[in-house]
């Protein structure tokens, strides 16, 4: 079934787009035109000199130069999704690739490859081996707006590179991008690139990770929007594989995305949680036992239940962590919840209720990698609806954050339980109460964001959150030590973050209380009286 709503606003010109990919070259002295790796890869527009052709030529071959370095001499995993930028951007980095002769796999039909696909091949591959690794790219800006493009890069471990690969890579890409312009190497061998089929290798190990039998003998109706990302391709094969009742309520691949509903602020964003750029699938709710949908590469999910619509993150990472400890009895005793400082407090709740220790890094899946990879971890996830978890033998699954197995795990919690997550999320908050959570974003200079990231306990200044007595203020990550970046104030009943976004010039004000939304308010209130207090200071 295919249904599309078009949003009200002028089409993306996708041939001047992608005729600014290529002709126009960014200026190396300007900050905002060089190289610039966020939490999740490098982003940018052609529109804006930040994501064009010179752009994935240098960061391709900083990339090769780190696998040389580093002696990783396996294949290499190269998807895309489907924005407009990611066609072009995808074909210069295949030229790049195979001009130094590396063995490139790509889909095999050259479709559409998800970011968690990427990381399970990789992790496939790697399996058991110790020399002649694999490693992955993903052409993809995620949930960004049309006209945005992005490419990031795996190591080994499947996941998101850490700090010091990305830094190392941003470096490089931007010394070869202040020098002698590089020009697109052509394969002079074809025979570097395989087809792959990441589909079929990928649906057919689902059953290792989803209670797939389940869900077909409980005949779920079930409803999936791709949002005219990198999954559409998937969804039919495994229906048809596990003999499930699944509607694609929408095929449309539009690289400028015209069918979506503007998300909040009028901008178009294939952002599954929001209830804006969801409002088709929501209106279709009712028609499923349960529907889900995803962004472009498919790393996040949004789940729409007939009890309770579109869920919050929060409350459905609380449910699958409920769910997946109590049901996965051969995951190691000992493994934990991995969850992000901005998270939920109601996950440490349901952690403790379950006697398993929650393992608290700042915001970005690649805090996670090691303990999914090692099975130290048996679930992360973040606020943003981000998450996976291990396979049903307590093994890794992927160390990439997988909106397919999360949308799956909505159908089998369904299936097992007798009610929706919804359903189940109520029954959570009847045990260890009811949150109420938000965010705020703040406009803020650079001036602000650096003083934010330099920020000190010391630096509070507060006894006093919302009438309650301050217990802890942290700067680092309690499970893993990290710099969160900004500030995190707790009381015993609520707490407030503050931290810059890593790729704008606004500040995130996250908040919730344990209580009730009276008392959010005050938080709130607490928090933004401290940053602008912080913001006096600055100016001063």
């Given at each position: 079934m295919t249904t599309a709503t078009p949003a009200s606003r002028a089409p993306l010109d996708i041939a001047y787009l992608i005729g600014r990919y290529f002709d126009v070259v960014p200026d190396a002295s300007d900050p905002a035109q060089r190289v610039a790796f966020g939490t999740s890869g490098h982003r940018g527009s052609a529109l804006r000199a930040s994501f064009n052709e010179a752009h994935i030529l240098a960061v391709t071959e900083a990339i090769v130069s780190y696998r040389a370095a580093q002696g990783i001499d396996g294949p290499l995993y190269l998807g895309r999704d489907t924005h407009a930028l990611s066609e072009p951007a995808f074909e210069t980095a295949l030229s790049v690739l195979c001009g130094h002769d590396l063995t490139v796999r790509v889909d095999r039909a050259r479709g559409y490859t998800p970011t968690p696909v990427i990381s399970h091949a990789i992790l496939d591959y790697n399996r058991g081996r110790t020399?002649?690794?694999?490693?992955?790219?993903?052409?993809?800006?995620?949930?960004?707006?049309?006209?945005?493009?992005?490419?990031?890069?795996n190591p080994p471990h499947g996941g998101p590179a850490e700090s010091?690969?990305?830094?190392?890579?941003?470096?490089?890409a931007n010394r070869l991008l202040a020098g002698k312009p590089l020009a697109p190497r052509r394969a002079a061998r074809a025979s570097t690139v395989e087809g792959w089929d990441y589909v079929g290798l990928y649906v057919a190990d689902l059953v290792n990770a989803i209670d797939l039998s389940a869900i077909r003998a409980a005949g779920l109706r079930i409803g999936v929007d791709p949002l005219g990302g990198a999954g559409v391709g998937y969804w039919a094969p495994l229906a048809e594989r596990y003999g499930l009742t699944l509607d694609v309520v929408n095929t449309t691949v539009?690289?400028?995305?015209?069918?979506?509903?503007?998300?909040?602020?009028?901008?178009?964003r294939m952002d599954c949680s929001s209830p804006?750029?969801?409002?088709?699938?929501?209106?279709?709710?009712a028609q499923y036992d349960i529907a889900f949908g995803n962004d472009p590469d498919a790393d996040r999910h949004g789940i729409v239940t007939p009890s309770g619509g579109l869920m919050n993150p929060n409350h459905y990472l609380a449910v699958a962590i409920d769910y997946l400890f109590r049901e996965r009895r051969a995951w190691p005793g000992a493994a934990a919840v991995g969850k992000t400082v901005v998270t939920s407090a109601l996950i440490d709740r349901v952690a403790a209720g379950l006697g398993r220790a929650v393992y608290e890094v700042p915001v970005g899946f690649k805090w996670f990698v090691g303990g999914l990879h090692d099975a130290r971890l048996g679930f992360a996830g973040e606020e943003s609806a981000g998450a996976s978890f291990l396979r049903r033998d307590g093994t890794v699954w992927t160390t990439d954050k997988d909106g397919l197995l999360l949308g799956l795990l909505a159908a089998e919690i369904t299936a097992v339980s007798g009610q929706d997550p919804a359903a189940a999320y109520e029954a959570l908050v009847a045990r260890h109460g009811r949150p109420c959570y938000a965010r705020l974003d703040i406009a803020i200079n650079a001036d602000t964001r650096a003083a934010l990231g330099r920020l000190s306990a010391d630096d509070v200044g507060l006894h006093v959150l919302a009438g309650d007595a301050i217990e802890s203020v942290l700067t680092h990550a309690p499970g893993d030590g990290h710099a969160i970046g900004g500030v995190k104030v707790m009381s015993r009943d609520g707490w407030f973050a503050i931290r810059p976004s890593g790729t704008?010039?606004?500040?995130?004000?996250?908040?919730?209380?344990?209580?009730?939304?009276?008392?959010?308010?005050?938080?709130?209130?607490?928090?933004?009286?401290?940053?602008?207090?912080?913001?006096?200071?600055?100016?001063?």
């Open positions: 020399a002649h690794l694999a490693d992955g790219i993903v052409i993809t800006p995620s949930h960004n707006p049309p006209e945005d493009g992005g490419i990031k890069y010091s690969v990305t830094a190392w890579i941003e470096a490089e539009d690289p400028g995305f015209g069918f979506m509903p503007p998300d909040h602020d009028g901008r178009i804006a750029a969801m409002r088709n699938l929501i209106a279709l709710g704008e010039d606004i500040c995130k004000i996250y908040a919730e209380s344990l209580r009730d939304e009276a008392h959010l308010a005050r938080i709130q209130d607490d928090a933004q009286g401290f940053l602008e207090s912080l913001l006096a200071k600055v100016v001063g």
